[in-house]
Nanobody, 120 residues
């Protein structure tokens, strides 16, 4: 009943920028944490960035200073602005949300993923 839908992936040259968007829909009571993870071929899924409901953020060391996560609580959305992209940023990017569908029901949800390819 809860869906996370990502958009904004694509092919970009090294040094370029992309903005990922993710919108959560369905029966949502509250959202605590929203974030972005990525998984490159042959590697484990890793945290890229996350943002708590109050606005606190965490970033992977590899993206600090290049990526910015933001959130629109009114629209249950999260964004990832990616600048100065590098080939090693190539991966499938997944949106993630820790949310409650009622006062007593809380779970973790994933989007379907969006491909980001950084290549010349």
């Amino acid at each position: 009943q809860v869906q996370l839908v990502e958009s904004g992936g694509g092919l970009v040259q090294p040094g370029g920028s992309l903005r990922l968007s993710c919108a959560a829909s369905g029966r949502i009571f509250s959202i605590n944490v929203m974030g972005w993870y990525r998984q490159a071929p042959g590697k484990q899924r890793e945290l890229v960035a996350r943002i708590i409901s109050g606005g606190s953020t965490n970033y992977a060391d590899s993206v600090k200073g290049r990526f910015t996560i933001s959130r629109d609580n009114a629209n249950n959305s999260v964004y990832l602005q990616m600048n100065k992209l590098k080939p090693e940023d190539t991966a499938v990017y997944y949106c993630n949300a820790d949310l409650a569908t009622s006062l007593r029901a809380r779970d973790n949800y994933w989007g379907q993923g969006t491909q980001v390819t950084v290549s010349s």
